[in-house]
């Protein structure tokens, strides 16, 4: 089993900057793919991006494709989600989560979630 906790989210002019982190506890963090999703209100919890266990391998939503990046460090078991960019459309509760096994897009495949923190983007 892993804990997971999420920090780094506010309040930021579209345009500007924000880093997410997701910090574990528990079971081996480097054995888990983990994820970022976001949910904003009235709407399903979508996928935003994925690291393997090394870091060495990184996927992404198309909606944030070249303005997010996803890392991690083992030694301190966490990963990262820097957000450039912001669009008001990023505004959300983003939530880390370690991947179980099968599509890491589909959320039903993570056991594992954080709380969420708060990201809103304004015009």
């Known amino acids: 089993q892993v804990q997971l906790v999420e920090s780094g989210g506010g309040l930021v002019q579209a345009g500007g900057s924000l880093r997410l982190s997701c910090a574990a506890s528990?079971?081996?963090?480097?054995?888990?793919?983990i994820s970022w999703f976001r949910q904003a209100p009235g709407k399903d919890r979508e996928f935003v991006a994925a690291i393997s266990t090394s870091g060495g391998s990184t996927y992404y939503a198309d909606s944030v494709k070249g303005r997010f990046t996803i890392s991690r460090d083992n030694a301190k078991n966490t990963v990262y989600l820097q957000m450039n960019s912001l669009k008001p459309e990023d505004t959300a509760v983003y939530y880390c989560?370690?991947?179980?096994?099968?599509?890491?897009?589909?959320?039903?495949?993570?056991?594992?979630w954080g709380q969420g923190t708060q990201v809103t983007v304004s015009s």
């Open positions: 528990g079971r081996p963090f480097s054995s888990y793919v």
């Open positions: 989560a370690a991947h179980l096994g099968g599509d890491f897009t589909k959320r039903v495949n993570y056991n594992y």
